[in-house]
């Protein structure tokens, strides 16, 4: 059977137990449990107890209360040295959070995307330039035949022969006809990526249309990258 000194040696020595993982200092405890396993062993009742007279035994009680106080001193002493010793420290998180590996290749891509985006603004606004432009009486093989800046009235039609540079993505190009300064019509077309782009547009010249002419090559923004003037003259006044 368990006495009143192991019982109480028992509750005392949870309640430091108890005391120190809630300071979180659990390894104080092991100091602890070697005295609570020492004090067991000495003092756990071995065989049947010896009844002596009441003299003894109040001599017994006596000395068992004098160890119980001595005991519970040095187990306050202990408990004191832990409280004043052992200081928990506050756990600190670490509040820069890593970024996954998936958010880091997320971002990458998009760098390298807007960097993408970027080349091909560059190589779309590069702008186009005309290389040559001519007006001539007809095209054969991709080469203007009968170029010239004075015409007859009695040509049936001209040409105006371009070639382009266009360093990037395919645009739109326009040939606009000017007779006496007025609009007389505007030709549409796509120039392709190209070191040198042939063109041409045509236009068709009625015989009263005797005057200055002239030729304005549009970019896709309405720019102005080519012009050429010519003249229309009467054929009976040509050679005057």
């Not at 005295?35 to 071995?46: A, D, E, Q, R, V």
């Not at 009680?61 to 519970?72: A, G, P, T």
Request: aromatic share 10%.
């Amino acid at each position: 059977m368990f006495t009143t000194k192991i019982i109480f040696i028992t509750i005392t020595f949870i309640i430091l137990v108890v005391i120190s993982f809630k300071m979180k200092v659990a390894k104080s405890s092991f100091p602890l449990f070697i005295i609570y396993l020492i004090f067991i062993i000495t003092n756990y009742p071995k065989g049947k107890a010896n009844y002596k007279e009441n003299n003894t035994t109040l001599s017994k009680s006596n000395e068992e209360e004098s160890n119980f106080k001595k005991i519970e001193k040095q187990n306050s002493s202990l408990e004191n040295t832990i409280k004043n010793n052992v200081k928990p420290e506050p756990l600190i998180l670490n509040e820069k959070k890593e970024k996954p590996a998936n958010t880091i290749q997320k971002i990458v891509e998009k760098n390298i995307l807007d960097d993408l985006s970027k080349d091909k603004d560059i190589i779309k606004n590069l702008p186009l330039v005309v290389k040559d432009i001519k007006i001539c009486k007809s095209i054969y093989k991709r080469t203007p035949v009968g170029s010239d800046l004075i015409f007859t009235n009695n040509v049936d039609s001209l040409y105006c022969f371009t070639r382009i540079q266009n360093p990037g993505q395919k645009r739109e190009v326009k040939h606009i006809w000017y007779f006496k300064g007025q609009m007389m019509t505007q030709v549409r077309y796509n120039v392709r990526k190209s070191n040198i782009y042939r063109s041409w547009t045509k236009k068709t010249i009625l015989p009263n249309q005797i005057g200055e002419w002239r030729v304005d090559v549009q970019d896709n923004n309405g720019t102005i990258i080519g012009s050429k003037s010519f003249k229309i003259k009467n054929i009976s006044n040509f050679n005057r």
